[in-house]
């Protein structure tokens, strides 16, 4: 039976409980739990002397049970004649105090306060999807009026999020106490368990109400209450612990190399993101020894998203190199502090067994892996936020190869680094990086003060940034007939201004006009990323595509290279960079109108849909004729050099055949170009170009 959510996010999906109770059938109560799991909360919270009104009380052996144990001031009630004349048939002789009444949950006919505790098994769930959850806010205020103050609502739910919210909104707006707990499954009896969770919910009634929520949730019958304060809080609390069940039900029956199961676990007392945690199997072909069946693999703070830990592919590649059997992949998240590797351990141990693969022998010791040693590091300088992008982070990291980087982020797609640049000190020589790099890479953190660090102008962290630059060479810079003329660039897209500034800084002779929609952005590139306009290097704030449509109004041939390097927001489309429209037919037409005689267009593509990727180089080659693509390995992006009919005086295979001579003419070119204290720019542009390919 199909009945488990593929991803957290269904747990919130009302279609996906609406299919879950249609195919539950007969079996329900089971899930919910009998009396042998229920009992330590249900002691904890009903007195043996209470009078307690069970509602919906169904055909469930619960009250049974409860009545042989000493509870005999029951109120069953359900509003089936059929279930209520088998109940008090099937109990008249063994248990005659036990009644059943046929009664509605909504309008009983019991006195005010003349309950001290109601029992809900599974009545609220039933309920809450009629009629939009009118019924199950009737039963609530029907308990709310029959409990006596102090008297308690013990309702066991699979906590639905509708359902559970419904709940618990109902009894904080009466100013009453509420409690979650989650009931786990002991260890060891996962084949034979079902996935979800159970709670138990309980609601306590005050003689006046309390003027802030009272909000606590419980691990286990007897676990310590963790306070909230927002219900918001809760429902994510329960969330985690429901995705946190079906995964290791996953996990301990069974393997899959092909899935990339991932749970993200929360900071107890804040609720904010702490680890995120992947699941790699290894594959049923490699030879793994027998002793290494799970091990843990903690990725260096600021090496997230690097392809190796944020790609299946490259997640992989990492479990076929550590082979183990399988590899939890754990990632740190920003703005936590962790102290060393042994706290980090100490933390996950608990949790992370129960994530173990099936088969592995009781009390194997689990070794945590790491590059280094270490847990890598990372400071957050900056943080803003963008009318256009949402919440952003400036942030310091240091690399897996001892070097420090200064990275750009959007929250709302942490995943991804938006612009990169690497730091040298500013007092730092050569030689004296040289000796820093080899004593950093022991060191939990860098030796010097962020005050102290710049940005490194010469070096392009972005390889598609080093291509963009590589692909100059196509206009023949460094030829001696090429050696006074200027270069006219236009750039849409700034990010920290790193390749603007480059070709500002080692292009000769070049006048770069930059076009960024985002004045965030730009202030964000001034303030951290040492980015410096001036009359070579130029900004235009303002949309890419009116830009480029009034500039065609001025009229053509204006410059000699165009850069098209900007992200798409929106994340539905196969495509994210650049925008769709930015690709349309009619702006390609007025980017080649905009190129001189001599120009190209250069296009960052990052296309993961296979039809769109090739409607679109259909596009560019319409008004481009000859395109070179230049794939970029581990990562989707690939850099499209794009040549007009104008220039395209010879066949492409001749164009690469000469390319090799021109890529070293404008290697000694941007080394010679220089100013200053700038150093030689970090970038092999023979080796950049050898790898193109004609579309």
Same mark, same amino acid.
Request: glycine share 6%.
């Given at each position: ?19 879950f ?15 042998n ?17 069970v ?26 004649? *059929? ?20 009664? =509605? ?22 309920m809450a ?106 429902l ?20 899959d ?28 072909? *490699? ?80 070794p945590?892996l ?58 730092? *020589? ?6 820093n ?19 490194d ?11 963009? +630059? ?8 460094g030829?001696p ?33 930059? +076009?960024?929609?985002? &004045? ?9 990323f ?34 098209f =390097? ?9 495509m ?64 499209l ?14 164009i ?24 030689? &720019? ?14």
């Open positions: 039976m199909s009945l488990l959510p593929r991803t957290a996010e269904e747990f919130s999906s009302a279609e996906y409980w609406e299919s109770f249609k195919k539950r059938g007969e079996k329900a109560f089971e899930w919910y739990g009998d009396y799991k229920l009992c330590g909360v249900l002691h904890k919270y009903i007195k043996v002397q209470d009078k307690v009104l509602v919906g009380c169904g055909n469930s052996e619960l009250s049974e049970q409860l009545y042989d144990v000493g509870y005999k001031h029951l109120t069953n009630i359900d509003i089936s004649e *059929t279930v209520v004349t088998h109940m008090n048939q099937r109990n008249a002789k063994c248990r005659p105090g036990l009644t059943f009444q046929q009664v =509605d949950a909504t309008q009983t006919p019991y006195e005010d306060a003349s309950y001290q505790a109601a029992l809900d098994k599974g009545t609220l769930d039933a999807s009629e009629e939009e959850g009118a019924l199950a806010k009737n039963m609530l205020t029907e308990v709310g009026r029959v409990l006596s103050v102090g008297g308690r609502y013990v309702c066991v739910t699979l906590a639905q999020e509708s359902v559970i919210k419904l709940a618990v909104e109902h009894f904080v707006q009466l100013g009453w106490a509420v409690r979650l707990h989650c009931l786990q499954e002991e260890s060891g009896k996962e084949e034979d368990s079902f996935a979800l969770p159970v709670f138990v919910l309980v609601c306590t009634k005050f003689r006046q109400p309390m003027p802030k929520p009272i909000l606590e949730m419980c691990l286990g019958e007897d676990g310590s209450p963790t306070r909230l304060v927002q219900v918001s809080e809760l994510s609390a329960v969330r985690e612990h429901q995705a946190y069940s079906v995964l290791r039900k996953r996990l301990r029956t069974g393997t190399a092909s899935s990339n199961l991932s749970l993200t676990l929360c900071h107890t007392k804040t609720g904010l993101p702490r680890y995120t945690l992947t699941v790699q199997d290894s594959s049923p072909r *490699t030879k793994v020894p027998r002793s290494n069946h799970f091990a843990i693999f903690i990725v260096p703070q600021g090496s997230e998203t690097a392809w190796i830990y944020s790609s299946g592919e490259g997640r992989k590649q990492l479990a076929a190199s550590a082979n183990y059997r399988r590899l939890v992949i754990v990632a740190m998240h920003r703005n936590q502090e962790y102290t060393d590797m042994q706290a980090v351990q100490s933390e996950l141990s608990p949790m992370v067994m129960d994530l173990a693969p099936p088969g592995m022998p009781a009390n194997h010791q689990v945590f790491s590059v280094g040693g270490d847990l890598g590091w990372r400071e957050e300088v900056s943080r803003g936020v963008s009318r256009m992008s949402g919440q952003y982070c400036v942030e310091n990291v240091k690399g897996e190869d001892g070097e420090l980087y200064r990275r750009l982020v959007f929250l709302s797609n942490a995943a991804l680094v938006q612009s990169e640049s690497r730091l040298v000190s500013s007092n730092t *020589t050569t030689s004296q990086k040289k000796k790099k080899r004593k950093s890479k022991s060191a939990a953190a860098p030796a010097i003060s962020s005050t102290s660090l710049s940005v102008s010469g070096f392009l962290c972005c390889a598609h940034h080093e291509i963009m +630059v590589a692909g100059l060479a196509l206009l023949g810079m030829m007939e090429s050696k006074d003329i200027p270069v006219s660039v236009l750039l849409v897209g700034l990010g920290g201004g790193g390749l603007p500034q480059f070709l500002r800084d080692f292009v000769p002779n070049v006048s770069v006009e930059v +076009v960024e929609l985002d &004045p965030v952005v730009l202030e964000v590139a001034k303030e951290w040492g980015f410096r306009p001036d009359d070579r290097l130029t900004v235009t704030l303002g949309d890419g595509l009116d830009r480029i449509c009034a500039l065609e109004k001025e009229g053509a041939g204006l410059f000699d290279v165009i850069m =390097d900007v992200d798409n927001k929106d994340s539905t489309v196969g994210s960079c650049p925008p769709a429209a930015f690709v349309e037919a009619s702006i390609l037409q007025k980017v080649s109108s905009l190129l001189t005689p001599r120009g190209m267009f250069i296009l960052n593509l990052v296309c993961r849909d296979s039809v769109l990727r090739k409607s679109v180089l259909q596009r560019v080659s319409d008004v481009f004729p000859t395109i070179l693509s230049r794939k970029i390995e581990g990562e989707v992006n690939e850099v050099l794009c040549i007009g009919a104008e220039k395209e005086t010879s066949n492409s295979a001749h690469l055949q000469s390319l090799n001579q021109a890529a070293k003419n404008l290697q000694s070119t941007l080394c010679s170009n220089r100013t200053g204290t700038s150093r030689c &720019p970090h970038i092999d542009i023979v080796d950049l170009l050898k790898d193109l390919k004609v579309e």
